[in-house]
């Protein structure tokens, strides 16, 4: 996943410096904030003065700060805004946060994923907010006559040092007449008063009255809802279908098929054809369409090899996907099949293959773990209107900046006729990062020349594809006589991804070192989710460190910190990917919370790991017991390096959540297929971890600096899956290598 | 079709709909109350959650020619701004990550508190286990159930 990672300071300012009101697809304000002045906010909408691009002021104070990247739950409705007003110097309780229009040139790349939308935007919003005080001072210092200089700010208020003094609201209007100034100077960390101070969530009041925020929850008058019947299996495609039933019942406008992509479209990297023909059921109302879709009477057919062409960073590449229909239990045999094949050198240092012939111990181990659903708790959906000369789109969704070069080219309209929305997700976790079912409902829309909203079922969703690969990998540790390890290991593979990031730890930290990777092709389509791969290889790669910290005789947590102590003192080969002193200081916090090895916690059954992606480190000690004859997490001690952490307690939320989700996906989540069917599809059958599963505590500790904010949302996720192998290995003395965990113990 | 006089936060409401269509797909899509969630659509995980003569149920999979005169109350109507004391101790404690699972966390939370004033943490486990949090805040959904119940 590629995406710019530094918005060029100047550019931005000078794009901010564009005009730009738009569409205001959500009000939201603070629950401390007065009630009165969220009213008056509402009403002001003539009123404000633009600054910055990010920002909006009234004559009456009242602040708005613009938030540039779609909400699924990582919080950047308050966290963003947070940055801003930390900068500007505003009242929080001034402060109104609405979600931006999609505009690529003013805000960016506008991007929700890769646990990079406060590490994005740390620098522009900062700036945003830091000129457009900037921008005010000078204005008073014209009003006043006096030197900019000479004028402080505190809260919204602007003062001289004879007395004068203003609100930023009474010099607003004329602040945005100036220039956005080039060069603002930021804070220093020690300063800060608004960032690292918890703010509550500045939606939370609408979420919990049930306001509508999602794109399920989008409507426009004439409306219609529709749906997709898309073929039953991977490696299926429509034959023929009859829907004179279907269109004889109640309320519904028409039954038909059609095509996602043109035959020779090019698909950008993110362009994803799970399917590319299907039937689309449009109605009044979604149970209607509902019960007509069942009315289909549809034949289906194999749909052979496909080859589709990518429009790629290196040009137009073509692919061809298989036909074949795939059977979880073969794709395991054929994973281990490929595992033994010569594989593609990632990375090698030393001399490995010496190393383990003069090893005194080998230690080989493989991990196995299955597709897996993302299952947000808001389904796909989206709006879409497509008209004759214009296009609007709005719903769910984590990359609007990547819909919108596929748009113009499905739709044959210019970039500047199609208008994006977005409104807040029910969930991510890089499923919609993928737009397909936004291309979808545009297509209909196109159709049937009507404001259409195309709703998932849960079923639909959940047999899509989009999941997690499946994946598999192999560890080897050499050890010598004196069981120090020599050598190291890791050959990965999956379906259709190779999950290895051979530059990951441990390797800078073992003298001969090889990582190894294969892939298989496949038409059951996959995309990130949480953390790609390493939240398989986190999985692996910590429990296996723990085995080989025993038969090493160490401690685990001083194993790990051994090997980083030598990756920081004495690195072995150069593109290390992470930093090895944060990596041990998460350790060490982890250490000292847990009260690891401490005799008071000796009794307990407690799993390590820890791991670094995102650009951040992160660890946990879970601590395990049998409950009801069934292994139990009770309790969690998490330890987080995301540098700076821009609003504490949403951040613990996050980290909390994380465990939950790494517990839930270890034990239970699996997407099996038979004969290219899924064989789950709806949460009777695909385990979700429920209020009674999730531990009783889970206390979450950040390690204190002033690095920039790295990666939140994914860091904490992948080690929760070792950690949990480990205290597995604890609690019931049998070693867990296949995922899900619990469905391993069920066969043993 | 069929019509249906149906009581829903103190208000009757006039709906002509399919005796077998669910309340959900009654309030979303006929009444314009989009607060009650589509989640599964087969009682499995709670996101549709609304109160049935105060009592918990997935509106998901009840027919709206089973609701009779019994009063439906919605997350729309549980208070007038979000005041409702399991409303405000949601706020309170931040429950929310993405928000969709909440209207129906709630609803079942407050029906619960409604029968159960003082749950213990395993009654709020097995009350709430039909409730699923994709994102995973059960702790705070339980530590706010328990500040509710204090109120
Ligand atoms: S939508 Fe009703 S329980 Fe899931
Ligand atoms: S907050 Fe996202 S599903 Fe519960």
């Not at chain 1, 402080?152 to 209007?173: F, N, P």
């Not at chain 1, 390493?534 to 160490?554: H, I, P, R, T, Y």
């Amino acid at each position: 996943m590629k995406i710019q990672k530094n918005i060029d300071r100047r550019s931005f300012l000078k794009s901010s410096a564009l005009a730009g009101g738009g569409m205001m697809l959500s009000f939201s304000w603070f629950s401390e904030a007065k009630a009165a002045e969220k009213v008056e906010a509402l009403n002001l909408a003539d009123q404000w003065s633009e600054l910055a691009a990010y920002i909006k002021i009234t004559p009456d104070n009242v602040v708005k700060i613009l938030v540039p990247n779609p909400e699924f739950g990582q919080n950047v409705m308050t966290s963003l805004p947070m940055m801003v007003a930390e900068e500007l110097d505003v009242d929080w309780k001034d402060v109104v946060v609405e979600m931006g229009t999609h505009d690529n040139v003013k805000y960016g790349p506008q991007f929700t994923g890769g646990s990079n939308s406060v590490r994005m935007y740390w620098k522009p919003l900062r700036n945003a907010g830091a000129a457009a005080r900037q921008m005010l001072i000078e204005a008073a210092a014209q009003t006043w006559g006096v030197s900019a200089t000479e004028i402080t700010t505190k809260a919204g208020v602007l003062s001289h040092s004879s007395g004068k003094t203003a609100k930023y609201g009474e010099m607003a209007a004329k602040a945005a007449t100036l220039t956005v100034p080039k060069e603002v100077r930021l804070k220093a960390p020690k300063d800060f008063s608004i960032v690292r101070n918890s703010k509550k969530n500045t939606e939370g009041l609408k979420v919990v009255t049930g306001k509508p925020l999602f794109g399920m929850d989008y409507r426009v008058d004439g409306m219609l809802i529709a749906m997709i019947q898309h073929p039953p299996a991977f490696g299926m495609k429509l034959k023929s279908f009859d829907a004179t039933a279907a269109k004889k019942m109640p309320g519904i406008k028409d039954v038909f098929s059609f095509k996602l992509y043109d035959d020779g479209f090019e698909q950008a990297g993110f362009d994803t054809r799970t399917f590319n023909e299907m039937i689309a059921i449009v109605g009044n109302s979604t149970w209607e369409v509902m019960n007509a879709r069942k009315k289909i009477n549809a034949q289906w057919e194999a749909a052979g090899d496909l080859k589709e062409t990518m429009m790629g960073r290196g040009g137009k590449t073509e692919k061809i996907v298989p036909g074949r229909l795939e059977t979880t239990s073969l794709q395991f045999e054929l994973m281990a099949e490929y595992a033994k094949k010569p594989a593609q050198q990632l990375r090698k240092d030393g001399d490995p293959e010496a190393a383990f012939k003069n090893a005194a111990q080998i230690i080989e181990r493989t991990y196995n773990a299955p597709f897996l659903a993302h299952n947000t708790m808001e389904p796909m959906n989206f709006f879409a209107h497509v008209e004759a000369d214009k296009a609007l789109v709005a719903g769910p969704i984590q990359a609007p900046g990547w819909m919108e070069p596929t748009l113009i080219k499905l739709l044959n309209l210019p970039a500047d006729k199609i208008e994006i929305q977005m409104t807040r997700m029910g969930g991510g976790f890089g499923r919609r990062a993928y737009a397909q079912y936004a291309y979808e409902a545009a297509r209909i829309s196109q159709k049937m020349k009507a404001p259409i909203h195309l709703i998932y079922t849960r079923e639909d969703d959940m047999t899509y594809g989009i999941y997690r690969p499946m994946y598999t990998a192999t560890y080897r540790a050499a050890l010598d006589v004196n069981k120090n390890l020599i050598g190291f290991h890791v050959i990965g593979g999956g379906i259709p991804e190779n999950p290895v990031h051979a530059n990951r730890f441990p390797a800078g930290a073992v003298d001969n070192y090889l990582a190894e990777g294969w892939e298989i092709p496949s038409n059951i389509t996959i995309g990130a989710f949480r953390a790609p791969r390493s939240n398989f290889n986190a999985a692996a790669e910590q429990s296996f460190l723990d085995e080989v910290a025993e038969a090493m005789g160490k401690d685990p947590i001083q194993m790990r910190l051994d090997l980083l102590k030598r990756a920081k003192e004495n690195p072995v080969g150069k593109n290390n990917d992470y930093d090895a002193s944060r990596y041990i200081g998460v350790l060490e916090l982890l250490k000292e919370k847990s009260g690891w090895g401490k005799p008071e916690n000796a009794g307990k059954k407690r799993g390590v790991a820890a791991y670094f992606c995102h650009a951040s480190y992160a660890g946990h000690v879970v601590d395990m017991v049998m409950r009801d004859g069934q292994p139990y997490v009770e309790s969690v001690t998490s330890a987080v390096d995301c540098g700076v952490v821009v609003n504490p307690d949403a951040a613990r939320n996050m980290v909390q959540g994380a465990v939950v989700d790494g517990i839930g996906q270890s034990f239970y989540g699996a997407l099996t297929h038979k004969d290219g069917v899924p064989e789950q599809n709806n949460f009777h059958n695909y385990r979700m971890i429920r209020h009674n599963e999730a531990p009783k505590k889970i206390d979450v500790h950040f390690v204190e600096n002033d690095i920039d904010p790295t990666g939140l949302g994914e860091p904490p996720f992948p080690p929760v899956f070792g950690a949990v192998a480990n205290a597995l290995f604890k609690t019931t003395g049998k070693r867990y290598y296949n995922q899900p965990f619990m469905s391993e113990q069920s066969k043993s | 079709m069929a019509k249906y006089s149906l009581k829903i936060n103190g208000k009757t409401q006039q709906v002509d709909v399919d005796p077998s269509t669910p309340i959900l797909w009654v309030l979303r899509d006929h009444l314009n109350m989009p607060g009650t969630k589509f989640g599964c659509g087969m009682a499995m995980c709670g996101a549709c959650t609304v109160h049935l003569d105060g009592n918990a149920v997935r509106s998901c999979s009840l027919p709206v020619s089973a609701v009779g005169k019994s009063a439906i109350t919605t997350i729309e109507g549980l208070s007038a701004n979000g005041t409702h004391p399991v409303q405000k101790a949601w706020l309170e404690h931040d429950v929310a990550q993405c928000g969709y699972c909440q209207s129906g966390q709630i609803m079942s939370a407050s029906a619960l508190l409604k029968s159960n004033p003082n749950p213990t943490d395993e009654e709020i486990d097995a009350y709430m286990s039909g409730n699923i949090c994709r994102c995973g805040t059960y702790l705070r959904i339980k530590e706010a159930i328990k500040a509710a119940a204090k109120k």
